[in-house]
């Protein structure tokens, strides 16, 4: 249940920790429905617990207290796909390249400082138009480096686009740079609310969204070339949690992005979704050689550090010098925002340096 406080359960994973479940008012907002354990000594101020009275006095139903094991893939066992096989799943994110049908719908200033353009286009993936929300400094002219963004798994749930993200990673553009928010096929208003579903349901629901993404992403990335006041040769991709996980798509398909930044991700867990060797990250990140920087949470639950965030930076393609780890003080998502905010612009600082 959805409250102020994350709810104590009596139920214990795997490792003895205990669930803690229903989100903080702190917490991002898809984390009401969404598994965390802690330890039993978490003392965090937003843990809470609510009591139950059994009619009748009867007893608690044993089932209420037996462990909910998760049940993790082992990706040590996972032997990634050859050169050829990756060249015929690479063919599924190809498209055709343009930026067709340009319509700047509005501008204006969003928060003091930052400017909004709403933008229309063809989308490469489908039918309809690709909208893209592109962040500006107020009163600079650029060439502006960019950062593609990919958001979390509220994407798929909402229909509407209000997201707190400009609030939290407002320090990109406030750096000089242009933050590019696309609204990706089946997210927010271009099919939010339905397609979770989809996704969550089978391989081929999963194949098909992040297929669509990278597609997507490379219609910006067209766009952007288009634009005298964006520095194209130096892009950088930046995906939180569900978007984390896109970015291990987009960075082994799209290689004119220069620079990843994965926030509160890791290798995901789940066969059902990840089995098709089309969505299998496996396959995939042996193929990124762009310098990556993966920020997340000591204690996140989603995407553990032994089990999933250390499997996802050992198998990058990119060279050591080139990637770093960095596990900040909390949970799956919002980090702290000082430490993400220093360890983002520290890594765009040095792989996509603003001009001088």
């Not at 462990?67 to 063919?91: H, M, Q």
């Not at 963004?149 to 686009?161: E, R, T």
């Not at 992040?210 to 992403?217: G, I, L, P, R």
Request: net charge negative.
């Amino acid at each position: 249940m959805a409250g102020n406080v994350r709810e104590w359960c009596y139920t214990a994973d795997a490792q003895e920790n205990r669930y803690s479940l229903g989100g903080a008012w702190n917490d991002i907002g898809y984390m009401f429905n969404q598994g965390n354990a802690l330890s039993p000594w978490d003392r965090s101020a937003t843990n809470g617990f609510r009591c139950i009275a059994m009619p009748g006095g009867a007893a608690i139903p044993a089932q209420l207290a037996k462990n909910v094991e998760v049940d993790r893939v082992d990706f040590e066992a996972i032997v990634p796909a050859s050169d050829e096989t990756f060249a015929v799943l690479r063919s599924g994110f190809a498209y055709t390249p343009g930026a067709g049908n340009v319509r700047v719908e509005k501008r204006g200033v969003v928060q003091p400082g930052i400017v909004e353009e709403l933008v229309r286009l063809d989308s490469p993936a489908g039918d309809d138009d690709l909208i893209l929300h592109v962040y500006l400094p107020e009163g600079k002219a650029g060439p502006f480096p960019a950062v593609i963004f990919f958001p979390g798994i509220d994407c798929l749930i909402n229909k509407d686009f209000n997201p707190p993200y400009l609030t939290v990673f407002d320090f990109v553009v406030r750096s000089g740079r242009a933050f590019v928010f696309p609204e990706y096929q089946g997210t927010y208003t271009r099919g939010g609310g339905k397609t979770i579903g989809k996704f969550l349901a089978s391989p081929t629901g999963a194949r098909d969204f992040f297929a669509s993404a990278v597609k997507e992403v490379g219609g910006t990335i067209d766009y952007l070339s288009t634009r005298p006041d964006m520095d194209t040769s130096k892009l950088g991709f930046m995906g939180l949690s569900l978007g984390s996980l896109a970015g291990e798509y987009v960075l082994a398909i799209e290689k004119r992005i220069s620079v990843g930044i994965l926030v509160s991700g890791g290798l995901a867990s789940g066969k059902s979704v990840f089995a098709d060797p089309a969505t299998n990250p496996i396959n995939f990140l042996p193929r990124i050689t762009q310098p990556v920087i993966l920020i997340s949470g000591k204690y996140d639950y989603t995407f553990p550090v032994e089990s999933s965030q250390i499997p996802l930076m050992k198998r990058l393609g990119t060279p050591e010098a080139d990637k770093k780890h960095v596990v900040l003080e909390g949970g799956h998502a919002p980090l702290p925002r000082l430490g993400t905010m220093n360890a983002t612009l520290e890594w765009l600082d040095k792989y996509q340096p603003l001009a001088k």
